[in-house]
């Protein structure tokens, strides 16, 4: 757990603390009104200005039955999340970097005995959600809207995850943990950029899959972390813990305050392909002894032989789509809803969902936002 303090510390800092090399800026303002402004120059040089908007916030849920006629399981959920936008906006260039961490509990009383306490002993505890999620591109302007840009993002979650045989089993199976996995995508891209959306496309994309615990891959969960051919289930020494892939990459991103009055909307859809992938996949009539890819529940060989050339190319392609939308009733009180859509051929799934992984929450929460005011 330390590890983990440590690294999210200094993430922290280089998202945050950015830019403050040899001309550290001056800090004018109070707490709830930050604004970064270059210290003077004796020559002409043109400065640039730091916008930033912090926002954590705390969501509680309870509910408690006691003597129900209609019946019901009493629950508290609680989760903590944090949104950061810092951007540096230059003449020749903008910076901008975006923090997304969330991690939710949930405990449920399935008996609602008084046993212990009121409500009873709320035996079930399960995760609800769990999220890092670091973004940091660099943009410069080449002719009006366009320009290039150079992106990185650290994606990953805190905690252990399971997957749970039904509502009584609080053990359950290991499915992935901090850094199991983990992916790291850094791009160099063609960039269309507004004020507050762009699109970015590249040919030359990295994206390292990362699997650091070994019970999961001896339990052959790797995410795409591909072993070699002498891997031993019973021997870490063989394993192989993180995977880099090249490919094209398509990122859309969308951020705005007030779309509507105290409605603010935050979208991204992420494409990734792999150029590695139909090597991968051993598509061809040898494709079940040739294949480093597992079926989901699904599908079956066959299936996968069948699809046409487009078919497949889709099929291998990484979809990652987010939506938050966040509606404010005070200065402290938000409702908002998230959905999150996740298609990967390399995830073998749970249950009859395969590849896909949808997530979506909708709740009341209290919020704090800190940050400068609008250009």
């Known amino acids: ?21 040899d001309n550290d800026p001056i800090l004018v303002g109070g707490i709830n009104s930050l604004t970064f402004m270059a210290p003077a120059d004796s ?18 849920g309870e509910v408690l039955y006691h003597n129900w006629s209609a019946s019901g399981n009493s629950q508290i959920d609680v989760t903590a999340t944090f949104f950061g936008n810092y951007k540096y906006t230059h003449p020749k260039f903008v910076w901008d970097n975006i923090v997304d961490l969330a991690y939710g509990y949930a405990w449920q009383d399935l008996d609602n005995s008084a046993e212990d306490s009121l409500g009873g002993r709320f035996e079930t505890h399960r995760k609800s959600v769990d999220k890092i999620d670091l973004t940091s591109s660099l943009s410069w302007k080449a002719y009006k809207n ?72 001896a339990q052959g969960k790797t995410y795409g972390v591909i072993q070699d051919d002498n891997f031993d289930a019973s021997d870490p020494s063989t394993f192989n813990h993180a995977y880099f ?78 939506v938050k939308l966040d509606y404010r009733f005070s200065k402290y009180i938000s409702a908002n809803l998230a959905v999150n859509l996740k298609w990967d051929t390399d995830f073998s799934g749970m249950g009859n969902w395969g590849h896909w992984q949808i997530y979506q929450m909708a709740g009341v929460q209290v919020f704090f936002n800190w940050k400068t005011p609008q250009s």
Do not use: C, H
């Open 43 to 60: 020559g002409d040089k043109p400065q640039g200005v730091w916008n930033t908007s912090s926002t954590p916030a705390l969501k509680i």
């Open 245 to 322: 892939g090249l490919g094209s990459y398509v990122k859309a991103l969308y951020l705005k305050k007030d779309i509507l009055p105290s409605l603010d909307l935050y979208a991204r859809l992420e494409l990734f392909y792999d150029y590695k992938k139909p090597k991968n996949m051993g598509w061809g009539d040898n494709m079940a002894a040739d294949s480093k890819y597992t079926l989901g529940d699904e599908e079956t060989w066959q299936d996968l032989q069948d699809f046409g050339w487009l078919k497949r190319r889709a099929f291998e392609t990484d979809l990652d789509f987010e």
């Open 146 to 217: 366009w320009g290039a840009n150079f992106s990185a993002n650290f994606k990953s979650q805190f905690g252990a995850g399971f997957e749970f045989a039904g509502a009584g089993d609080n053990e359950g199976v290991k499915v992935s943990g901090f850094m199991a996995p983990a992916y790291l995508t850094t791009a160099l891209s063609f960039e269309y950029k507004r004020d507050n959306w762009s699109v970015s496309a590249s040919f030359l994309t990295g994206k390292t899959t990362f699997v650091i615990d070994d019970s999961l891959i």
């Open 1 to 21: 757990m330390t590890k983990k303090v440590f690294f999210l510390a200094a993430l922290a800092l280089l998202f945050s603390g950015t830019a403050m090399a």
